[in-house]
């Protein structure tokens, strides 16, 4: 079982949405219940899409041309920006879910499903132009931000979107996501971390030591020669892309000890609820239910699950 800290989220929230990202979801199964779930996991809120567009241009794009040592003009970043906007949303837009054909990996930049098309609430043209302009001042806030800059232009070689994977328990495997690791020649580490919040009140100081402690666990053929590090000693960048606020994080013996806690309960908690069993020997009424009604309303299995209830 892979653990992530991402779906120590979900499973607090709602353990039967854990369940069906989880554990039933898979794009390869023959089942139709499991394909579907596999794509009901990829709506997104138009807030999520427009992170997500604004994630994949700074890793696919600015990452890069920061390895290359030729700088992404800005004007450049909202360009490809706003041509992967459009060509996203006018696909989301047919919403070819249904479809017996669609397969996410052959569509390319394009894919994308958005949660509204599903749901009965399209988007507003409002929505989708103030999504646009957050695309735009994320972009434009990167590009000024002074300890950012300095953090890219001063490494050696910048990783994006790096797959962590170290043991956590027996059984299970954590996986983490960096959004961004930058190796510097006698010194260490950066990982960053882009938030696209509109308010940018939370204080992501767990997650990041989750990604330092897996990072000081790692290694991979793209990582210095000589790479070895600590968490308390990886910098730590929580940078707010909508707010232009820089939060730098720096571990303790405390907090590493906290993270590492935090990490082992979650994952000892799910792996108790699976147990081994096959996928088909889990159902959904093992896993509790969410206790906020607003978390079914936002839940991209909202229909899965309820069919499940209203059946048993």
Not at 293 to 299: N, R, V
Request: proline share 5%; charged share 30%; with cysteine.
């Amino acid at each position: 079982m892979r653990w992530s800290y991402s779906a120590s989220r979900t499973f607090r929230k709602c353990q039967r949405q854990w369940y069906f990202k989880n554990v039933v979801a898979n794009g390869r199964a023959k089942e139709p219940v499991r394909r579907r779930a596999y794509l009901l996991s990829k709506l997104q809120t138009v807030s999520a899409w427009r992170g997500q567009i604004v994630d994949d241009v700074i890793s696919k794009v600015i990452v890069p041309g920061v390895n290359r040592r030729s700088p992404v003009m800005l004007s450049d970043a909202k360009a490809l920006a706003r041509d992967r906007y459009e060509r996203q949303l006018e696909f989301a837009l047919r919403h070819p879910i249904n479809d017996p054909d669609l397969r996410v990996g052959e569509e390319g930049d394009e894919f994308c499903l958005l949660y509204g098309m599903e749901y009965g609430s399209p988007p507003s043209e409002d929505e989708l132009e103030q999504a646009w302009r957050e695309v735009e001042q994320a972009l434009a806030n990167l590009y000024s931000m002074d300890a950012v800059r300095s953090a890219l232009k001063t490494s050696e070689y910048v990783i994006a979107q790096r797959p962590l994977q170290v043991p956590l328990i027996d059984g299970v495997t954590t996986i983490s996501y960096p959004d961004v690791i930058a190796f510097r020649k006698a010194e260490p580490p950066i990982i960053i971390d882009w938030k696209v919040h509109v308010f940018g009140e939370n204080d992501a100081w767990l997650q990041l030591a989750i990604y330092a402690i897996a990072l000081s666990r790692s290694k991979h053929k793209d990582f210095p020669a000589d790479f070895g590090c600590t968490p308390d000693h990886v910098r730590l960048l929580e940078v707010q892309l909508l707010t232009g606020l820089v939060r730098e994080h720096r571990l303790d013996v405390d907090q590493m000890e906290d993270a590492e806690e935090y990490a082992v309960d979650s994952a000892y908690e799910m792996y108790c609820l699976v147990d081994e069993r096959k996928n088909v020997d889990v159902d959904a009424e093992d896993f509790l239910p969410a206790v906020s009604a607003e978390t079914c309303q936002t839940c991209q299995f909202r229909s899965l699950c309820w069919e499940k209830v209203n059946a048993n």
